[in-house]
């Protein structure tokens, strides 16, 4: 089961067959409806026996005949009101009254009587004509219907057509196969859904005929047109899809229906859940506020159920029709398959009413509001007593700015600025006194004492921690100073201890040596015993050197050296044991002499540790890459090689006292060598550094440049 709810792959099967199953359902039903209204739809001409046909047909020229009646009265009442109004000038003065009547009678003849038309001219009609120049009709078939409309009150033509002789056209209108004329409260037509009896059922107000009285109507559908008809081309597409099938959708429908019931429990049930995490997750969809995300999905449903309903009722070619619905059903269903989704997960995460924008302003305020609240009631917190002191300032200024009308008032105001004026600048150099403290433990000086009493308040809070601060800095640099002097203390009496009986050793060592022995393995030992007492003078000497390089101890002879120089002179000392080792050094030397400032004792023996770690640890037969050059004002010096055993420590670490990156105590060497050349550096104003990469090891160190 839990497999189940975690399966990527079946919710996406779900999510990509519920709105094909929902597709197929809503045809089911549509094809049903069709059926059992119209039976068998072949073609237009079936189509336009249909009841709903009818309804459109005569609805159509109902609104027309109501459009003109509106308008018709509209125009009656404005020549009423205008009568009027020249009636009135007339009383005032004759000459106005003439120049009035005049000018409306000019207005009338230009103005246009009837919203939707334009008269125009025509001599083989007595009376005026108007074309249609707007077809505001919402009925899907009225862009399809060629009519005229006569006023019998007036003799007034009303028509779509354009026609040199339009009693002939009237004529032709009668004489069509699909039309539908009415005069005199009688119809004539051969369409049967429209014609005189069929008309009688038509019951409600809106369809009724009686709206027609007064005007002689003539019209005519050309079937073929309605091919374009996207509500009769929706009808026979979804006819067709089940033509020879005709029980199919009955089955659908319910098939379907359950099918869509279950994907959806399911994914109401495993939304949220990810394979191999706990609990329900959410993405950043999830993140974006509610109602933003609600409005925003609502916007684009409603925009495509817009599209879509007006891509049927338009004239656009019918494969272009389907794709549109089809890209506005699938955009619309993404929509609120998103949306039904993250309110499933917000609600199964209980992150929904978090997740509204009012939400999170309302409780923004409330933790503004209180926080402010804190700050204002807490006594130790500077924010209140500003606060309390600014606003009481104000308050106070409020009520003595009211008196200034008086000398007393301006005096007392002008001395409560002063007053307030002094105590902020006595606040500041409390304030500066702390300043002061906090910079001189800051540069490194302990000895720091704030008088508590002279303070109050939170400055008082701050001075008790910055002396509790500066004692503790004291005690503890005391205490370091001390461990570190003991330390070398004890390092410098010890190594001199050892050093006295190894003096010894090495003496008699010397010694034995000379004799004349004739036994090869007294021999053997006393080599080892002169290898290893000579190993052990210099570790003694190195940890010594170590020790006083750590503590500073170290008496410095400043002078501008030649590095290049030193640097040739130390490779030729190590030439014989690079080459017992087969290392080969490739030189990146400038061409002119690079001068710094440093001990040439003391940066000889950088120099040479860094030598003497390369000829121990390299790997043997590889390439050893030394590079000087000049850096802007710097010196930069570089060594480079493989070691030759894994390096499973880092830089850090090897810069360590006693740390080699072989990790053990078979190799010679103190593990002192890069600790001393790096405290040695530093302490001739130099940089020291170490990468690691692998197995390359590179050494960095830089010096001032002196020109």
């Keep these: 089961m839990q497999d189940i709810k975690e399966s990527i792959l079946l919710k996406f099967l779900c999510y990509i067959l519920i709105p094909i199953m929902i597709f197929v359902l809503a045809v089911s039903i549509i094809d049903v409806s069709i059926t059992s209204q119209y039976g068998e739809m072949k073609g237009p001409e079936e189509y336009v026996e249909t009841e709903e046909f009818g309804r459109e047909y005569l609805l159509t020229l109902i609104y027309k005949v109501q459009d003109i009646r509106e308008d018709k009265e509209e125009q009656r009442t404005n020549t009423l009101q205008s009568s009027e109004t020249t009636s009135e000038s007339y009383l005032t003065t004759s000459d106005t009254n003439t120049e009035t009547s005049s000018d409306t009678s000019v207005n009338k003849k230009s103005s246009d009587p009837f919203s939707h038309y334009n008269e125009i001219e025509d001599e083989s009609y007595e009376h005026p004509v ?291 004026y002094y105590k902020l600048l006595q606040y500041n150099k409390k304030l500066q006194k702390i300043n002061e403290a906090l910079r001189n433990i800051y540069e490194g000086n302990p000895n720091v004492k704030l008088n508590e009493e002279e303070l109050e308040g939170t400055l008082k809070i701050m001075a008790k921690y910055i002396n509790d601060i500066a004692g503790g800095f004291t005690n503890a640099i005391e205490q370091s100073l001390k461990s570190e002097r003991l330390k070398t203390e004890l390092i410098t009496n010890v190594s001199h201890d050892i050093k006295t009986p190894l003096t010894s050793i090495i003496n008699y060592v010397d010694l034995l040596k000379k004799e004349d022995i004739n036994n090869a393995q007294i021999e053997q030992y006393i080599a080892v015993l002169d290898k290893k007492s000579q190993r052990l003078k210099k570790l003694i000497e190195d940890l010594v050197e170590a020790s006083k390089v750590s503590s500073g101890n170290v008496k410095l002879n400043m002078e501008v050296i030649n590095l290049k120089e030193l640097l040739n002179q130390t490779i030729g000392e190590f030439e014989d044991k690079l080459e017992k080792k087969n290392l080969k050094i490739e030189m990146d030397l400038p061409s002119e002499n690079v001068l710094i400032k440093a001990d040439n004792r003391y940066l000889y023996r950088v120099i040479e540790n860094v030598f003497s770690n390369i000829s121990k640890y390299a790997l043997e037969g590889s390439r050893v890459y030394i590079k000087l050059e000049k850096q802007k004002e710097e010196v930069y010096l570089e060594f480079k090689n493989i070691s030759k055993d894994k390096l499973n420590i880092s830089a850090e670490e090897l810069m360590q006292r006693f740390v080699r990156g072989d990790k053990s105590r078979y190799t010679e060497g103190s593990g002192l060598g890069l600790s001393i050349a790096k405290s040695l550096t530093e302490l001739q104003g130099g940089k020291f550094k170490i990468d690691i990469d692998g197995d390359l090891f590179k050494v960095e160190i830089k010096w001032k440049s002196e020109r």
């Design 130 to 420: 108007y074309y249609e120049v707007i077809n505001y009709n919402s009925t899907m078939i009225s862009q399809y219907i060629n009519y005229i409309i006569i006023d019998k009150e007036n003799g007034n033509m009303f028509t779509n057509i354009r026609s040199s002789n339009y009693p002939e056209e009237i004529n032709k209108l009668k004489s069509e196969k699909t039309n539908w004329s009415y005069q005199d409260g009688n119809i004539t037509t051969k369409i049967d859904s429209i014609n005189q009896e069929s008309t009688k059922y038509m019951t409600s107000s809106m369809y009724s005929t009686d709206n027609l009285e007064g005007y002689e109507v003539y019209s005519n559908i050309d079937p073929s047109t309605l091919n374009y008809s996207n509500s009769l081309y929706v009808q026979q597409t979804v006819y067709n899809m089940f033509k020879g099938h005709e029980n199919l959708p009955v089955y659908l429908i319910p098939l379907s229906a359950i099918s869509i019931i279950i994907m959806i429990v399911y994914l109401i049930w495993a939304t949220g859940h990810e394979k191999g995490k706990e609990g329900i997750q959410l993405n950043s969809i999830d993140r974006i506020s509610y109602e933003v995300i609600s409005i925003v999905i609502m916007f684009v449903i409603g925009m495509m159920m817009s599209f879509a309903v007006a891509s049927i009722e338009s004239q656009i070619p019918q494969r272009i029709l389907i794709s549109v619905f089809l890209l506005c059903y699938l955009i619309g269903y993404a929509c609120l398959a998103v949306w039904v989704s993250t309110t499933i997960r917000r609600l199964k995460a209980k992150q929904f009413i978090r997740s509204f924008l009012t939400y999170k302003v309302c409780r923004w305020i409330k933790v503004t509001l209180e926080k402010v609240f804190k700050k204002v009631t807490d006594k130790q917190n500077t924010n209140r007593k500003i606060t309390i002191i600014y606003w009481g300032f104000v308050a106070i200024s409020i009520i003595l700015a009211c008196f200034v009308w008086s000398g007393i008032g301006i005096l007392i105001l002008i001395a409560f600025w002063v007053w307030t």
